[in-house]
């Protein structure tokens, strides 16, 4: 089975920055799309960031600029650089994949998500 495990949430202050890491139970990302996902309190979960099996990137725009998406060569972990963070920032983040299973049929990972939190 494969299983996704974020880390390197925790409190910072406004303008500061954190990395958090996504590892898999094995290599899959060089041949499988990533995307991290946060949730604010009371907020709906929402996509922040992407990288595609070929590296390439895609950021919504309310942190394109401050956060960069990044993978290791082995495609075993996902990176998500934060920096010049706000508290408009604080949410849980969650690693997320579509793993084909078959020709014709794919599954949804989540991590089990790590929590930033921006305040002074």
């Known amino acids: 089975q494969v299983q996704l495990v974020e880390s390197g949430g925790g409190l910072v202050q406004p303008g500061g920055s954190l990395r958090l890491s996504c590892e898999a139970s094995?290599?899959?990302?060089?041949?499988?799309?990533m995307d991290w996902y946060r949730q604010a309190p009371g907020k709906e979960r929402e996509l922040v960031a992407k990288i595609t099996s070929g590296s390439y990137t895609m950021y919504a725009d309310s942190v394109k600029g401050r956060f960069t998406i990044s993978k290791d060569s082995a495609g075993k972990t996902v990176y998500l650089d934060m920096n010049s963070l706000k508290p408009e920032d604080t949410a849980v983040y969650y690693c997320h994949t579509k793993l084909a299973v078959s020709v014709e049929a794919k599954v949804e990972i989540w991590g089990q998500g790590t929590l930033v939190t921006v305040s002074p």
């Open positions: 094995r290599s899959i990302f060089s041949r499988n799309d």
